[in-house]
């Protein structure tokens, strides 16, 4: 069942301009991850943050977590075109091989 | 990191037709992985949950007469679209855990004609 909602659905942004995403879940995670898909190809994986971690940074992006509002926050600084794609969370439920339920995710246009 | 491959990457087959597509994990073993669906502008679905050795555990909704999960060995599991309609036309994605983290395949693209 998909249990991760992300809003908004869809974004458009300029050229350097920040660009933030959210994502709420609705049970217990072990950690929250984010991905990226361009358009009719796979996923990249991003960022993973544990449940027990309330904010990561890599490159231009910081996540943020919140578990007592089920929620979570991408944030994309100094956006490029080449960011232009659909954004996923997805939550896993314990660490390890368990599947992924993802969100319904946020397209993002990046204009030039 | 790991790598997960799938194959084929896009398929058209005509209506009534079985497809089958192929995920393997190239440098690592997998007893479990997982099949993923994704219809235009969508989100992945999670299909089913394919185990080495054992039957596959299918999500609610999903025919497991339909979609045929053969996982034979370490290193590959196999995903069946029999008697493929129109509204199968999809992206299909595998993952498989390696270490604590989950590897997704590049998908391959259904398109039933």
């Known amino acids: 069942s998909q249990q991760g909602e992300e809003d908004p659905q869809a974004l458009s942004i300029q050229e350097g301009e920040n660009a933030t995403m959210n994502c709420s879940y609705k049970?217990?995670?072990?950690?929250l991850q984010w991905y990226r898909q361009n358009s009719g190809r796979g996923l990249v994986h991003l960022i993973l943050?544990?449940?027990?971690?309330r904010e990561k940074h890599s490159g231009r992006l910081r996540v943020t977590l919140d578990t007592s509002k089920k929620s979570s926050s991408l944030l994309i600084t100094a956006s490029r075109a080449a960011d232009t794609a659909s954004y996923f969370c997805?939550?896993?439920?314990?660490?390890?091989?368990?599947?992924?339920?993802f969100g319904k995710g946020t397209r993002l246009s990046v204009i030039a | 990191g790991a790598v997960v491959s799938q194959h084929p990457s896009r398929v058209i087959c005509k209506s009534g037709t079985s497809v089958k597509i192929e995920c393997r994990s190239l440098?690592?073993?997998?007893?479990?992985m997982f099949w993923y669906r994704q219809f235009p502008k969508q989100s992945l679905m999670l299909m089913a949950t394919?185990?080495?050795?054992?039957?596959?555990?299918?999500e609610q909704g999903v025919e497991k007469d339909k979609f045929l999960i053969n996982h034979a060995s370490l290193t590959l599991s196999t995903l069946t679209v029999t008697s493929a309609h129109p509204e199968d036309s999809s992206f299909y994605i595998c993952?498989?855990?390696?270490?604590?983290?989950?590897?997704f395949g590049e998908g391959s693209r259904l398109t039933v004609l």
């Open positions: 993952s498989a855990g390696w270490r604590g983290e989950l590897f």
């Open positions: 049970t217990s995670i072990n950690n």
């Open positions: 943050i544990r449940s027990n971690e």
């Open positions: 997805a939550t896993a439920a314990s660490p390890g091989n368990t599947p992924l339920v």
């Open positions: 440098d690592f073993q997998a007893t479990t």
């Open positions: 394919s185990n080495e050795g054992s039957k596959a555990t299918y």
